[in-house]
Nanobody
C-alpha cells in the first residue's frame, strides 16, 4: 500500500506563489503516472497537472498552463509549483498515483480521470484571496 502525503497549502493573496509537495512512501518511479487534482466546494474534482514516469512528459489543465508546473524532487516527492495564483485556484489539492493504465488512451485524456489512479493523498488546502 502506497501512502501519499501532501503539504504546502496555505492562504495567499492573488498573484502570489506556492509550492505543494507530495511525499510518497515508495518511489514515485514505480507509478506510470502521477498527478495533482483539486476540488473546490460544490465542484467536481478536476485534474490540474500530470507527469508520466516514462519520458517525463507533463500535461496541464488549460486554465493553469503557463502558471503551474509539475515536477519530481528526488525519488519520493512530487511537486506542484503554482505562480500567479487566482481566487479561482482556491481548492483542496490532492496528489494521486496510477500503477498501470486502466484503458486505451488514444486522445491522451486518461490523466484527467480520477478512476485512472490507485492511490490518493488526503489533500492540502489552498486559499487565494483577491
Amino acid at each position: 500500500q502506497v501512502q501519499l502525503v501532501e503539504s504546502g497549502g496555505e492562504s495567499v493573496q492573488a498573484g502570489g506563489s506556492l509550492t505543494l509537495s507530495c511525499t510518497s512512501s515508495g518511489s514515485i518511479y514505480n507509478h506510470y503516472l502521477m498527478a495533482w487534482f483539486r476540488q473546490a466546494p460544490g465542484k467536481e474534482r478536476e485534474g490540474v497537472a500530470a507527469l508520466y514516469s516514462s519520458g517525463g512528459r507533463t500535461l496541464y489543465l488549460d486554465s493553469v498552463k503557463g502558471r503551474f508546473y509539475i515536477s519530481r524532487a528526488g525519488a519520493n516527492t512530487l511537486r506542484l509549483q503554482m505562480n500567479n495564483l487566482k481566487p479561482e485556484d482556491t481548492a483542496t489539492y490532492s496528489c494521486a498515483a496510477a500503477t498501470h493504465r486502466k484503458a486505451p488512451d488514444p486522445y491522451d485524456r486518461n490523466w484527467r480521470d480520477p478512476y485512472e489512479y490507485d492511490f490518493w493523498g488526503q489533500g492540502t488546502q489552498v486559499t487565494v484571496s483577491s
